[in-house]
């Protein structure tokens, strides 16, 4: 069981917009609750955003509400996320993770204690 992570264009300028995919290998991620994280050189692991499985209730970090959009494509069975509005702090290294109750805690500082599966990560660099 595993959990992948892939970006299209991993590389942005300022304002700009880049979006996230997250696959599961082994399992369906529509029976579970699936978050992304992202954690910067010398920082810590933060929570950015978390869609519980049906009927997919959202929780977002403070950071990135209005910006970053997460959702399920049913038919590809992934989990995206649409990052709009890029800033320099938003340069990390991002990964989804599984949470297999298929809830999300309400508030994002409280959603890594239910995760049980960890992807490797991908690169997201804003440049100014």
């Known amino acids: 069981l595993r959990l992948a992570a892939g970006v299209w264009g991993g590389l942005v300028q300022t304002g700009g917009s880049l979006k996230l995919s997250c696959a599961g290998v082994?399992?369906?991620?529509?029976?579970?609750?699936i978050a992304w994280f992202r954690q910067a050189p010398g920082n810590e692991r933060e929570p950015v955003a978390c869609?519980?499985?049906?009927?997919?209730?959202?929780t977002y970090a403070d950071s990135v509400k209005g910006r970053f959009t997460i959702s399920r494509d049913n038919t590809e069975d992934t989990v995206n996320l649409q990052m709009r509005s890029l800033q320099a702090e938003d340069t990390a290294n991002y990964f989804c993770?599984?949470?297999?109750?298929?809830?999300?805690?309400?508030?994002?500082?409280?959603?890594?204690?239910?995760?049980?599966?960890w992807g490797k990560g991908t690169q997201v660099t804003v440049s100014s």
């Open positions: 993770a599984r949470d297999r109750s298929g809830y999300c805690a309400r508030d994002a500082e409280y959603l890594v204690y239910g995760m049980d599966l």
């Open positions: 082994g399992f369906r991620l529509s029976d579970n609750a």
């Open positions: 869609i519980s499985r049906a009927p997919n209730r959202i």
